[in-house]
């Protein structure tokens, strides 16, 4: 489903809604709500609104799961982790047991073992069975990547793992994502994707010639009713089918 907002406080509202629509319907159906959270500037203003009423009060926090999507393979500390922004800008600030939040990133250990470990507390939570999150947030760089599904990497055709981490020769940097299979299996998924830098990414993965290699964000399956773009008028402008 796309949605064009005018700008990203309507649209941040509707994540908003959103998230809690799902966060109640998870907790009355398996007593627990499990979402993965993105990283970047998109989800900002949607984890300041979360962290503040009417919102505050109205998601389970206590019977909430947070895992990431995806993560740069730096310390939680460090100005680029995902996990530092999320902390800041939301889990600082809501009730959620200490012990249900997963970073993505461990010290001492190797990026590599610890997607497996992450696979592994994720197989473990969902009874051995293949995960399915409520809710994955994801945003969309202006090349088309999604979580660190970037253009041209061998995780873009990985079947079997759930969670893998390779190194990004062009960041100079290990990062760890969550594979496509694994996203896809989700309940509910939310795109946030801003500004005009990504129309033509945006043009290309939703009505372009597929080609998943050059636009990774392709993978994601297109399902209206489960798969929610939300998009702004600038990064919709070459959009044909708003």
């Not at 990004?168 to 801003?194: G, S």
């Not at 990414?201 to 636009?215: C, K, R």
């Not at 939300?230 to 070459?238: G, K, M, T």
């Amino acid at each position: 489903m796309l949605q064009v907002f005018t700008d990203k406080t309507a649209l941040s509202t509707f994540a908003a809604d959103l998230f809690v629509q799902t966060a109640k319907e998870a907790v009355a159906r398996d007593g627990r709500f499990v979402v993965a959270l993105t990283g970047g500037s998109s989800p900002v203003q949607l984890y300041h609104m979360l962290a503040e009423p009417p919102y505050l009060n109205e998601v389970p926090w206590a019977r909430t799961y947070v895992f990431w999507g995806d993560e740069r393979w730096v310390p939680l500390d460090d100005e680029k982790s995902n996990y530092k922004m999320s902390k800041e800008a939301l889990l600082d600030k809501v009730p959620v047991p200490a012990e249900q939040i997963f970073p993505m990133w461990k010290a001492e250990v190797s990026p590599e073992a610890y997607a497996k470990e992450y696979e592994q507390i994720l197989l473990e939570l969902f009874g051995g069975f293949k995960p399915q999150f409520d809710l994955i947030l994801l945003g969309m760089g202006d090349d088309g990547h999604t979580a660190s599904l970037f253009p041209g990497t061998a995780v873009l055709t990985e079947q079997e793992k759930l969670v893998d981490a390779y190194w990004l020769a062009p960041q100079d940097m290990y990062r760890i994502t969550l594979t496509a299979t694994l996203i896809n299996a989700a309940r509910k998924i939310a795109f946030l994707t801003f500004g005009a830098n990504k129309a033509k990414a945006l043009y290309e993965v939703l009505e372009g010639a597929p080609d998943t290699n050059q636009y990774p964000s392709q993978l994601i399956r297109k399902d209206a009713d489960t798969v929610h773009w939300l998009v702004d008028e600038a990064a919709a402008a070459q959009l044909q089918k708003r």
